[in-house]
């Protein structure tokens, strides 16, 4: 599933792209959609099995703000992790947006993940470094 979400999320975010270079991961577009559907999917699986109210934004890629409308007011923003380093994007961070938090998934094989679950005031005390854009990180 988090391959066919990928696939459509890479289709429909060319334009966005186009227009912003800093989005463009180029040959990477494609795993970075992947990854981040599959990051996105795995928290839902965890809030269903919770019992935990929610509402998602996984098919809806109009939105550059958060991936979840969690019971009891939260936005969440869900992040893949692909090294030993939690990330964010400065510039997303740092403009307006109704994020609260941001969840980490780390997958550890089919089964397993871990989560790690951060309040949006805390990134901006983490380092910078730089890759294809500015971003904040916490080394793991």
């Avoid at 692909?82 to 089919?110: G, M, Q």
């Avoid at 089964?111 to 910078?128: E, L, Q, S, T």
Wanted: charged content about 30%.
């Amino acid at each position: 599933m988090a391959e066919r979400i990928g696939r459509m999320r890479t289709l429909q975010c060319e334009r966005l792209r186009a227009k912003h270079s800093d989005y463009d991961r180029g040959h990477l577009n494609y795993q970075v959609d992947v990854n981040g559907a599959l990051a996105e999917l795995i928290f839902a699986d965890y809030l269903n099995c919770q019992g935990v109210e929610f509402t998602t934004t996984i098919l809806d890629q109009g939105r550059d703000d958060f991936d979840f409308h969690v019971k009891g007011d939260y936005f969440v923003d869900v992040k893949y992790v692909s090294s030993r380093e939690l990330r964010v994007n400065r510039r997303a961070h740092n403009k307006k947006n109704k994020v609260t938090h941001y969840v980490f998934i780390e997958p550890i094989d089919d089964y397993y993940a871990n989560y790690y679950r951060v309040p949006y005031g805390m990134v901006r005390n983490w380092k910078v470094k730089e890759s294809f854009t500015p971003f904040y990180y916490l080394e793991l």
